[in-house]
Structure formats: structure tokens, C-alpha cells
T-cell receptor
Framework: AQSVTQLDSQVPVFEEAPVELRCNYS??????LFWYVQYPNQGLQLLLK??????LVKGINGFEAEFNKSQTSFHLRKPSVHISDTAEYFC?????????FGAGTRLTVKP | GAVVSQHPSRVICKSGTSVKIECRSL??????MFWYRQFPKQSLMLMAT?????????EQGVEKDKFLINHASLTLSTLTVTSAHPEDSSFYIC????????????FGPGTRLTVL
């Protein structure tokens, strides 16, 4: 089965600074890749996804991610974060009908 | 995007009772729904995959007799936690796949279960 590793459990940054949340995956078959955001006591909201085509994927709220097949990575980036971006971020990989999640990265944006 | 609802959003029950959580796809028909469990500050763990009209497929380590899943229609799946205990307290999230919407998976808002 596929697996996902989010390399940072917590990422503190200052407002308007750039941020990168790292995600690596492993799978023996081709996969689809996703990033979700979760606010406290809420479900998951899709930020962006990679299915095929261009390896640079743009999502909502100014986020983007780049699929790197050789490094099996799908890192999430934002050039300038806001206080409202403080949340938990999950990377997920889907192979066939099976979606697996990383452990999550807590992004805290400080004023 | 498509909408998935869950009811209730929060439930508190006494140990030994059973609790039913509903998951509905509001504007699409979902042949496949998923149930996840999330402990505080942890990731989502897949509990089971539910296919309409057939038995659910449970992940290893998940007790099918304790977590009863019914997917009786294309828009509704239910998770019943039977004889709940405090260790069953958790955040339960359902997800539904939209076959007509690029097969994307949409998530419900979650249900916070607290067993006293």
C-alpha cells in the first residue's frame, strides 16, 4: 500500500513570510496527490490536487504545490501567508480506490 | 464542489450505549463512501470503505461488530458505534466519492463523539 510522510509536524512562520510544507510519498503504482486543510473541529477542505499533466498545481487561497516524481515529493508552498492560514494541513495520496493521509503539519502564522 | 453532510456534529453519550452517525451526499450519488477516525492532533485513519448495497470493507484492526456501517442508498451511509466506551471518543469523518465529478472525494464536517 502507499504511504505518506509529512516531514514537519509543526511549522511556525511570521505573517507575510513564505512557507513550504513538505510531503513525500511511496507507492508501487501511479498515484494522485492531494493537499487538504483542516480548521479546528471541522472536516477537510481540498486545497489542491495533482492528477496528471503539469507538475505545478495551483490551488485555493494562494497555495501551490509541485509534483516531483523522481523525488516522490509533493511540497506545498505559499509566497506570503496570512494569520488566517493557521490550521492543520494534510497531504494525501490515492492509489486505486485507497486514499492515505500523512500525519499532518500544524502551520502557525504569527503576527 | 459537492457537499457532504454529517449528523450530528457533536454527540455525548454514556458508556455502553450505541450511537449512530449519518453521512449524506447532498447533491450527488455516491456509490462509495469512507469512514475515518481522527484522534486529537493526529491524522485521519481509514476505518472502512462502504459500497452501496454491499457489505463494508473494514481496515485491519477495526472491529466490524463494533462499528456497524450501512450504505443503504446512494446518498446515505451510517456508522453505528455499538456499546460505546470512553476509548471510542474521537472525531469521526466521512467521505463520499462522486463518480460523476471526476471521481473526486469530498469530506463531511465531522462528528465529535464523547463517551462518558
Amino acid at each position: 500500500a502507499q504511504s505518506v510522510t509529512q516531514l514537519d509536524s509543526q511549522v511556525p512562520v511570521f505573517e507575510e513570510a513564505p512557507v513550504e510544507l513538505r510531503c513525500n510519498y511511496s507507492s508501487s503504482v501511479s498515484v494522485y496527490l492531494f493537499w487538504y486543510v483542516q480548521y479546528p473541529n471541522q472536516g477537510l477542505q481540498l486545497l489542491l490536487k495533482y492528477l496528471s499533466g503539469s507538475t505545478l498545481v495551483k490551488g485555493i487561497n494562494g497555495f501551490e504545490a509541485e509534483f516531483n516524481k523522481s523525488q516522490t515529493s509533493f511540497h506545498l508552498r505559499k509566497p506570503s501567508v496570512h494569520i488566517s492560514d493557521t490550521a492543520e494541513y494534510f497531504c494525501a495520496v490515492r492509489a486505486n480506490n485507497d486514499m492515505r493521509f500523512g500525519a499532518g503539519t500544524r502551520l502557525t502564522v504569527k503576527p | 464542489g459537492a457537499v457532504v453532510s454529517q449528523h450530528p456534529s457533536r454527540v455525548i453519550c454514556k458508556s455502553g450505549t450505541s450511537v449512530k452517525i449519518e453521512c449524506r451526499s447532498l447533491d450527488f450519488q455516491a456509490t462509495t463512501m469512507f469512514w475515518y477516525r481522527q484522534f486529537p492532533k493526529q491524522s485521519l485513519m481509514l476505518m472502512a470503505t462502504s459500497n452501496e448495497g454491499s457489505k463494508a470493507t473494514y481496515e485491519q484492526g477495526v472491529e466490524k461488530d463494533k462499528f456497524l456501517i450501512n450504505h443503504a442508498s446512494l446518498t446515505l451511509s451510517t456508522l453505528t458505534v455499538t456499546s460505546a466506551h470512553p476509548e471510542d471518543s474521537s472525531f469521526y469523518i466521512c467521505s463520499a466519492r462522486d463518480p460523476g465529478g471526476g471521481d473526486e472525494q469530498f469530506f463531511g464536517p465531522g462528528t465529535r463523539l464523547t463517551v462518558l
